[in-house]
């Protein structure tokens, strides 16, 4: 889909899925860290950093919602680059992590910062309450975040491949192009 406006063009990549329920759900968010964690994520580091064809490059797996939802691969090209070769170099990671496994060394460090993160959201009244609230009114059990880490652990490499390769394809994704109006 097209969407003109006057803005900087991005793309906006969804990928449908069935939720956090979903036994798939661990290993799509774990994809989601491999992709997009930091400057060590395959996106900024391939598409920002090596190829200089994207000013930033995320994604993010939508966990916070009882209901099927997505996984969003957000990118803005650098010129000369177009979004239509943002969106193929896109497809081509997303490729690449369907048949390459991240290393266990991707998922340690995944798994350090989501404890990382999980022990900053307790370091305030607000921000617990928050949390606490979220899991228990969206996600039916305010020990959510703890018991998905014990999931998030049991995760392997293989799994992530597998999850990209079920998720992650063409039939399955919705692409926007914000591109800004011909004048």
Known sequence: ???????????KIGYHNP????????????AAEVLSS????????NLVEEKHMALYASAGYASASRYPSLFVIAAAPKAPYTLQDLDKAILDEVEKLKNNPPAQWDLDKILN?????????MESNEEMSRNLATNEEILGDWKFD???????RQVT????SDAAKKYLTRANRTAVYLQPENK
């Open 146 to 152: 703890w018991k998905f880490l014990d999931k998030l």
């Open 19 to 30: 939720g956090m329920f979903d036994s798939d759900a661990p290993a799509l968010f774990m």
């Open 157 to 160: 490499p293989q799994q992530i």
């Open 113 to 121: 910062n989501y404890e990382a993160e999980l022990a900053a959201n």
């Open 1 to 11: 889909m097209n969407v003109f406006f006057d803005a900087q063009p991005l793309i």
């Open 38 to 45: 930091g400057k060590t994520g395959r996106l900024y580091k």
